[in-house]
């Protein structure tokens, strides 16, 4: 190559670089605002909510796909509500294939035989995946209100006293409660996500609540107005999360949400590499798709019956696609490398590269909001908790990078695949130990070997950079390099071992 095509090389790559850091950047600003709306809501005293008079009709959900480890405990936990029995009415919406199906037929006979108003109801056809089981139980449904939970939920029996009353305005669309983890302590891999999710259900769900932002219900663990469901057009398998993109569609024609913090909904992590994979696939995939439908319009049109300020659809922005900050942090992090020569070789750049130095900012201001939401959820060794497992979470979820970012592309192209379900296990501690699951997938895909090429790849960024003398990345790709081989490591060890 020529000078010029050199030269031409090293402005695409630098300009890359930084347009991938500008982005999470603001990505990271939006979230230091949200962090700042949580703090304020903090602050605010709540009115209490008066419960209702007459406790209304609802209709539970489970929508279940070969569920045969946990769907027992899901359907005693629920046959537990306290609530009038003669308003409660539950359906086990059940898909599987396997021998869910008897489990759930004898456990249903079981609790007809005790009085409980539950129904076990089989599809014609598995057509539209979760959302279109909802989609059919609801056209069953004689509720006011439906609440759903997905077969890994243990909700504690107060749950539906605790949220109808907030029910209390005829535009309140959603009540959505905060997810716990009933097995948080069982491994590293089980506490990390327990971290990222705890960041989730306080300050994001928190903080777009108290702007006024839209907020979304999170696929279980809360209630629909049943109006709502039907007026926003129903459920739609045209995304991978149906629960997002109902509840933008709910939020544009107007109906609010009111999310609970207090109110906690238990729950099972997963706990294998390939079950946390598909899990983020299906997230960050559908929440791609999410934006690819929805932005377009929220940013030019009128909605029907509400108007958005630019600083709620800045939000709905960084939400939307707040799974392609894995996109933009995989590319920063592939230029990060050759950026260390062009440095060296090309001193004019010197003054972009210091510019690039306001991104520290974007690091703090994640930092702080994971803080916020440590003390928030854990109040004994807080800061030690957080030490440890912020910069851990960090390295993991770069390590995760290269599979979210996949899953992101094939979502904003239009790529479609079906819903993959997260295997559960029935384990909350590591004393408790699992045997054969004949949910998990036992080839090894091939993006393993991009990511351990990824890892060989950021370690010698790591040697590049002592060898310029040039430290400034040094801790970047050290994340990089252990985060991708982690993750890569964690794979093949739990796939060979299932």
Excluded at 111 to 132: D, L, M, S, T, W
Excluded at 135 to 156: C, S, V
Excluded at 319 to 330: D, E, G, K, T, Y
């Amino acid at each position: 190559m020529d000078h010029t095509e050199v030269f031409m090389m090293e402005l695409i790559v630098v300009g890359g670089y930084l347009l991938c850091l500008l982005f999470i950047f603001l990505f990271s600003i939006g979230q230091l605002h949200l962090t700042w709306h949580y703090l304020r809501s903090l602050r605010e005293a709540k009115e209490p909510v008066r419960q209702p008079i007459a406790w209304p009709r609802v209709t539970v959900q489970l929508p279940i796909y070969n569920e045969k480890y946990v769907v027992s405990r899901l359907i005693a936990s629920i046959a537990a509500f306290d609530y009038p029995t003669d308003k409660l009415e539950i359906q086990v919406l059940d898909d599987s294939t396997d021998e869910t199906v008897e489990i759930i037929a004898e456990k249903v006979k079981q609790y007809q035989g005790a009085g409980v108003n539950i129904r076990h109801i089989r599809r014609p056809e598995r057509k539209g995946f979760k959302a279109g089981a909802l989609a059919y139980g609801l056209t069953l449904a004689q509720g006011e209100f439906i609440a759903i939970f997905d077969a890994d939920f243990l909700p504690a029996p107060d749950f539906l006293k605790k949220t109808i009353p907030y029910f209390n305005h005829e535009k309140t669309g959603v009540v959505q409660t905060r997810w716990g983890h009933i097995n948080k302590d069982y491994s590293l891999l089980t506490r990390l996500q327990a971290f990222g999710l705890d960041g989730h259900f306080t300050i994001e769900q928190g903080g777009r609540s108290h702007a006024g932002s839209l907020i979304n219900f999170n696929g279980t663990g809360g209630v629909w107005r049943k109006a709502c469901i039907e007026d926003a057009g129903g459920w739609s398998d045209d995304t991978l999360t149906e629960d997002l993109d109902l509840s933008y569609r709910a939020q544009m024609r107007g109906w609010h949400f009111q999310y609970l913090e207090e109110v906690e909904t238990p729950a099972e992590l997963p706990i294998l590499m390939p079950a946390i994979k598909s899990q983020q696939f299906r997230w960050n995939k559908g929440a791609a798709e999410c934006a690819r439908k929805h932005m377009w319009r929220l940013f030019t049109q009128k909605t029907e019956k509400r108007t958005w300020h630019w600083s709620q659809k800045m939000h709905a922005f960084f939400h939307l696609f707040n799974s392609s900050v894995f996109l933009f942090l995989l590319l920063a992090a592939l230029l990060s490398v050759p950026m260390l020569y062009i440095k060296q070789a090309q001193p004019m750049y010197d003054l972009l590269f210091r510019l690039g130095g306001i991104f520290i900012i974007g690091f703090f201001s994640i930092g702080l909001f994971y803080w916020i939401a440590t003390k928030r959820i854990y109040r004994k060794n807080t800061l030690t908790y957080y030490l440890i497992h912020y910069p851990l979470f960090l390295t993991v979820m770069m390590g995760l990078s290269l599979h979210n970012a996949l899953a992101v592309v094939e979502g904003l192209l239009g790529f479609k695949s079906p819903f993959l379900r997260t295997p559960k296990f029935n384990v909350t501690n590591a004393r408790e130990k699992w045997t054969d699951n004949s949910y998990i997938q036992r080839t090894l895909s091939p993006i393993v070997l991009l990511e351990s090429g990824l890892a060989l790849y950021f370690a010698y960024g790591i040697f590049a950079g002592i060898q310029l003398h040039d430290f400034g990345l040094l801790l970047f790709h050290l994340m990089l390099a252990l985060g991708f081989g982690a993750v890569a490591y964690y794979t093949y060890r739990q796939v060979s071992h299932a």
